[in-house]
């Protein structure tokens, strides 16, 4: 059986420990929910500050030029490209996972329309992200789409020759299963169909190649691995032969080609900055820069890559030492063994109790989150949600994880009363 003194001994040969000093931590807790909301980078307090007294307090508006506010949704982008395998000048940092999805989805349907109009489905997991499923089933609503929610078996069958898009996240948020991106690009496109891809659980945790895969579209969030803060800009990637196709359906002035002519009709920009809606929050964006930049100091020491495999002897250890150490009360696994199908998450299910689980080893200072289950069907069950972020989060940090969740368990200390109060935010 795995000792915390084996533990301690992977954290003094781990190439990429010192990553961490790039972080804020409070002191005694184990932050297992990166998955959710990345921890402060070291610079960004100091950053947005400036932003603020000196660029803001002092540059004024010339800072739209002097400190470059106005590039920085390319520059940004340029950024995130490298960890997402898109070439410089194919993504921006702007708006809402959620507004992202609904440009790129609608830009999908009007190429599935004018090439194809019998395709009138749109395919995605049930199990999906919900604010995807949602942005889906209003476009569907508005374009005379349907949208076909199906399981993860089930993807492959669905894509008839009815589909016009196939919508999936890259890694599930409730389970960390990963799908194959590239072998699920090449079937669509087989049967005609498009891709959008949403990276929130995969950019900057796994290894994400665009261009390699030839997906059509993607989007992902700023302030889970990114460590963007919170509410972060997101991002839009649009594989360069759709980019100029259609009009993104919110063209507001940014998306402009000449924004500052200020002319009373709209000319959409070239490539990807079309994509841009309205002015941009400077000081978000700011903070998303020291984010991004805690995620490229890997680059050096093996890229994503070396991310990754330190990432997947974190989950494995996690996934051993509670199997080991937790056996007997009643804790399933929800994410895949294999690592070609797992992100950077391993989620536990329990039938009863997990909610006051989760909040009971917060209280412990172990912070990882819950997911509720459909409630119905007995399919999809409640979540004990684990985020492994390896640019922080050591072996010790595992260990000692999971020696808090087996004294829970044991002791049943999830049964008091303040621990089964739902919260707003879960």
Known sequence: ?????????????????????????????????????????????????????????????????????????????????????????????????????????????????????????IVSERSNFPTDLYIAEALCRERGFRLQLVEPDEIAAALTNEVAVLMLTHVNYRTGAMHDMAALTAAAHAAGVLTVWDLAHSAGAVPVDLNAAKADFSIGCGYKYLNGGPGAPAF????????????????????????????????????????????????????????????????????????????????????????????GHGLGLATPREHAMRGSQVCLTKTEGAYAIVQALIARGVIGDFRAGDGKTGKHLDILRFGFTPLYIGFEDVWNAVEHLKQVLETAEWQKPEFNQKHAVT
Not at 29 to 48: E, K
Not at 237 to 263: I, M, Y
Not at 267 to 278: D, E, M, T, W
Request: glycine letters at 8%; one cysteine or more.
């Open 1 to 121: 059986m795995t000792t915390l003194q084996d533990c301690r001994a992977l954290d003094a040969q781990d190439p990429l420990r010192k990553l961490r000093d790039q972080f804020t931590l409070p002191e005694g807790v184990i932050y297992l929910d990166g998955n959710s909301l990345g921890v402060l980078p070291n610079t960004a307090a100091a950053r947005v500050a400036e932003a603020v007294t000196a660029e803001w307090g002092q540059g004024l508006i010339r800072s739209w030029n002097s400190a470059g506010w106005f590039e920085l949704p390319q520059r940004l982008g340029n950024k995130i490209a490298r960890l997402i395998g898109a070439a410089p000048g194919e993504v921006v940092a702007t708006d809402s996972t959620s507004i992202n999805l609904y440009k790129v989805l609608s830009a999908a349907l009007h190429i599935a329309a004018q090439d194809e109009p019998q395709r009138k489905l």
């Open 236 to 327: 839009v990637w649009v594989n360069p032969k759709h980019a100029d196709r259609f009009w993104q359906p919110l063209a507001g002035w940014w998306g402009h080609a000449a924004p500052f002519e200020f002319t009373p009709d709209y000319r959409p920009a070239a490539g990807i900055s079309r994509y841009l809606c309205g002015t941009q929050p400077i000081l978000s964006m700011t903070a998303l820069e020291c984010g991004l930049d805690t995620v490229l100091a890997v680059e050096p020491l093996g890229g994503m890559q070396a991310l990754r495999k330190k990432s997947l002897a974190l989950t494995d250890l996690f996934i051993q030492l509670v199997e080991d150490r937790c056996a």
